[in-house]
């Protein structure tokens, strides 16, 4: 079968730049797909991803012209109904062989499969293999189809008649094996070998391409276009690099991946220009500046080697001209009045204080069943205050006022214009009206962990209320029923959930007077009279131990290791971690498997006894030999166990552990437990209960059993 390599483009409007890298993954990825499915691609076939703002586009490697022709067995129907009395091939057989489009003679070549009643005929045949331009055409069909498009346009074709639907108008195909055209058609489009370059810098309306090897070079010279996502967004960090060693004074670049993926997603041929503004400006949190500059002009900030913001910045130009000068003044004219704006929202904000907004709060509606921001800000502050009460009570005071204060700037005219700045812009307000620096930091503090990763809350103030207004969120909407399903998870509960466990496991020091339940109870006090609400505790506590294992899988803990620690629930998170380390130091020991086992056995008899709390154990009933050495162990071990948990050394009290592997082995070779006694049977439970409370106080070692 003769191969060549593939091109095909679809040639578009402006594409919306938060989606380009997507699109261009998936058109490339669905058409190799599809291709390989089908047939289509040598095994070592590589795809070449391309997406520009006009462009999608994929180059594939070792495509067939002709699929391989397939052998099939083909099942026809029951021996029974395709033969008659005589073995002859019957009516419905050679209707159904003519379906296949096979005559008469090749009943013949009918197979018959089992014996009796089961007997089934076959026939061997062969598929034909796809012709590219059918493959093609089925595989651009299924790809446009399947293309994870933000929102659909409809739009007319040149007939005045056809209406298309998709992302953008789309106005070229290019479908190119080798040299020749493949020819299929999408979106009322004929496929070519014609496509356009850069709006103003292609050095002709059209570029013409003889191979299909020759797009992005062609592209690139002909077309003043890098047509790769990757290579132009690689371009753009390096021209940011080198543009900020030039301008000097150690400047560097703002790091935002985001930001890079969307402005490689607004231009095709980057040109890096730097640019300044009036210093003055600097007068404003940086933060509200970059957020400006970012958000609604796509530049570049420039910050010194101390994190702060200069006033010059880096603006990527689609365009490439000689005298850049009108381009760079141009973009300092429009920022302008952006951080004018900043600055007016920031003056008239610091005319009033935080609390002299508090009252608002009342009028902002926080949920229909909830209430107001104000109702919210009362529960979050009798949480936060009772963690900080069991904390350090000296803290209770700054924590108070950080709650009743945290959402005031809610109200403001600069988190209005820019709702990412909410707790940020509350810092800087409370500092302004001289609040104690611990108070303005929970305020900013309060939201975090925002995404993963995120870092923790900083100061204890801040911890105490950024997990009372976490706590605040999960108990309300969870138990006036708003809880995540699926996929949907409007009010970012996962990750409310996620952040509590974070705090509470990497804040071991100060959470280690919090236990889960708790916590739960005590945001769950906090909507007393709150009607329609029921208490979720039951539901939250299995809902975050969920969040936790998946966040130590994460980590690189295995499953077996996370459910032996977690299927305990422990109240306690902040040693959940050396819980799981100890774990893992157990499992290696050559002990391990065998205890586990046990355990896993012991589990099973108990479970299938009656309830424990039954006669305590009595060492003089014990007969047999084995049993008096397990309890001898037992003696012995649990207390210096005991002694290296409190202590919190998890490892050293799951290895004293290990000395009960022969006493154990010997119990379950000699030892019957469900004798007919049962006074002699509830002795030996008993003692099986102590064998499953001393190897159940770090994890549950059954969960180890291979």
Excluded at 4 to 28: D, I, S, T
Excluded at 285 to 306: G, H, V
Excluded at 469 to 475: F, R, S
Excluded at 552 to 575: I, K, M, N, T
Aim: net charge neutral.
């Amino acid at each position: 079968m003769t191969a060549a390599n593939l091109l095909v483009e679809l040639f578009v409007e402006e594409l919306p730049p938060k989606a380009l890298a997507q699109l261009g993954r998936a058109f490339a990825s669905g058409l190799s797909e599809a291709l390989r499915a089908q047939g289509l691609l040598l095994d070592a076939s590589v795809t070449t991803t391309f997406a520009s703002p006009r462009r999608l586009g994929a180059h594939v490697t070792g495509v067939l012209a002709k699929a391989p022709d397939r052998a099939l067995r083909v099942k026809l129907m029951p021996a029974s109904v395709g033969l008659d009395a005589d073995g002859q091939p019957s009516a419905a057989l050679r209707k159904k062989l003519a379906a296949l489009g096979l005559d008469d003679a090749a009943a013949s070549r009918v197979i018959a499969q089992g014996e009796g009643k089961a007997s089934t005929l076959y026939i061997d045949t062969v598929s034909p293999g796809a012709a590219l331009p059918e493959g093609l055409q089925r595989a651009l069909d299924d790809t446009l189809a399947e293309l994870p498009i933000p929102k659909l346009m409809s739009y007319q074709l040149g007939d005045g008649w056809s209406t298309v639907r998709f992302v953008r108008p789309a106005h070229g195909l290019v479908a190119l094996h080798g040299a020749e055209v493949v020819p299929i058609q999408a979106l009322g489009l004929r496929a070519g070998r014609r496509t356009r370059g850069h709006r103003f810098e292609a050095r002709s309306e059209f570029v013409e391409l003889a191979h299909a090897d020759d797009y992005e070079r062609e592209l690139r010279q002909q077309g003043a276009v890098i047509a790769s996502f990757e290579r132009r967004r690689e371009a753009i960090a390096t021209q940011l690099e080198q543009a900020a060693r030039e301008i000097g004074g150690g400047l560097r670049p703002l790091q935002d991946e985001a930001l890079l993926d969307e402005v490689c997603a607004l231009v095709e041929k980057p040109r890096v220009l730097a640019c300044r503004f009036d210093p003055q400006y600097l007068e404003v949190p940086q933060e509200c500046l970059i957020l400006t500059m970012k958000a609604n002009q796509k530049y570049f900030p420039l910050l010194d080697d101390q994190g702060r913001l200069s006033n010059r910045f880096l603006v990527v130009s689609n365009i490439d001209p000689q005298d850049p000068s009108a381009v760079i003044q141009g973009n300092e004219r429009v920022v302008r009045p952006r951080l004018a704006d900043a600055r007016f929202f920031y003056d008239q904000d610091r005319k009033k204080t935080l609390e002299q907004r508090v009252e608002g709060l009342q009028r902002v509606v926080y949920h229909a069943r909830l209430g107001s921001q104000a109702e919210r800000t009362r529960r979050v502050e009798h949480i936060a205050a009772a963690l900080a009460q069991r904390l350090d009570p000296a803290l209770v005071p700054g924590v108070r006022q950080a709650a009743a204060l945290a959402k005031a700037d809610l109200l403001t005219e600069m988190v209005g214009e820019f709702p990412e700045l909410q707790g940020i812009m509350g810092r800087y307000y409370a500092l302004h009206d001289g609040l104690s620096a611990d108070v303005a930091e929970a305020i900013e503090d309060h939201y975090r962990p925002r995404f993963a990763g995120d870092a923790l809350p900083r100061g204890a103030t801040a911890l105490c209320l950024a997990l009372a207004d976490k706590l605040e969120t999960l108990c309300g909407l969870w138990g006036i029923g708003e809880r995540p399903s699926g996929d949907k998870d409007p009010f970012a509960l996962r990750r409310h959930a996620l952040g509590v466990v974070r705090m509470l496991m990497e804040r071991a020091r100060e959470s280690r007077d919090w236990t889960l339940d708790d916590l739960l109870r005590l945001a769950c006090e906090a909507f007393a009279g709150v009607q329609g609400f029921q208490d979720p505790s039951a539901a939250l506590r299995e809902f975050m131990y969920e969040r936790m294992a998946n966040l130590l899988r994460e980590q690189g803990y295995a499953s077996r290791e996370v459910e032996a620690v977690l299927g305990l629930q422990p109240q306690w998170l902040g040693d959940v971690v050396a819980r799981l380390d100890a774990v893992r130091a157990f499992a290696a020991l050559p002990q391990a498997q065998a205890l586990a086992a046990a355990n896993k056995r012991v589990a099973n008899i108990l479970k299938k006894s009656p309830a424990s709390g039954g006669p305590a154990l009595d060492a003089a009933m014990l007969r047999e030999p084995a049993e008096q050495a397990l309890e001898r162990a037992l003696r012995e071990l649990q207390p210096r166990a005991q002694a290296a948990q409190a202590s919190g050394d998890h490892t050293a009290a799951l290895q004293c552990l290990a000395a009960l592997k022969a006493p154990v082995d010997d119990f379950f070779d000699h030892v019957m437990v469900n004798v007919e006694d049962a006074a002699l049977r509830a002795n030996r439970l008993a003692l099986l209960e102590q064998l499953q409370q001393a190897m159940r106080q770090v994890a549950d070692l059954a969960c180890l059993a291979g």
